[in-house]
């Protein structure tokens, strides 16, 4: 059972209330050649199947997914490894640690 309720992160992902957590996730998504709009929109899709686990680093909690999402300016899928928390800032917050192949 995923830590955080996955619609609550899906309504954050299509307001596009999200925030790429380090450098490396920056990188990874930008050599995936994905947009915030792709990213908003694969983070939308996830269904309870998708879930994988959940992970407890000393800074919170991350729901792992995994996902075969092809982005609108592709035709092949890719399968991406997703690793999310949800922020509680002035409003909710998607947090990205890991979105790579």
């Known amino acids: 059972m995923s830590y955080y ?3 609550t992160i899906i309504d954050a992902a ?3 209330e999200i925030i ?4 490396k996730v920056s990188i ?3 050599n995936l050649c994905y947009t915030l709009d792709d990213v908003a929109d694969c983070i939308s899709k996830l269904k309870l199947q998708h879930f994988e686990k ?3 680093y000393s800074n919170g909690f ?13 035709e092949e899928a890719d ?13 909710i917050q998607v947090s990205i640690g890991s979105f790579h192949l």
């Open 54 to 56: 959940t992970i407890e």
């Open 20 to 23: 790429y957590g380090g450098r």
């Open 14 to 16: 299509k307001c596009k």
């Open 28 to 30: 990874d998504i930008n």
């Open 79 to 91: 399968t991406i490894y997703l690793k999310l928390r949800l922020l509680e800032n002035d409003k």
């Open 62 to 74: 991350f729901d792992v997914y995994q996902i075969e999402y092809t982005p609108k300016s592709r």
């Open 5 to 7: 309720l996955r619609e």
